[in-house]
């Protein structure tokens, strides 16, 4: 599952305060991530609180996408 900057809004994270220097400090490229998001696993991996509000979120668009899709219900 992708990480894209709409669940970092969504959290309502601070661009250029917050979310860019936890990137630098983990030696991601912004540009890249911008352009096509990152893996949940690696902000999973880093046990970030913060990171991991953004992926819980990611998480429940993912699931709702899925339930609309799901010709079983």
């Not at 959290?11 to 250029?16: D, G, L």
């Not at 949940?40 to 899925?66: C, F, G, S, Y």
Request: with cysteine; hydrophobic share 40%.
């Amino acid at each position: 599952m992708k990480v894209y900057i709409r669940h970092i809004r969504a959290a309502k994270y601070c661009r250029k305060e917050g979310v860019k220097p936890f990137f630098d400090a983990h030696h991601w490229d912004w540009s890249d991530f911008l352009a096509n998001g990152i893996d949940a696993q690696k902000l999973i991996d880093t046990q970030d609180a913060m990171a991991l509000k953004v992926v819980e979120i990611a998480q429940e668009e993912h699931n709702e996408r899925w339930k609309k899709t799901d010709i079983r219900t």
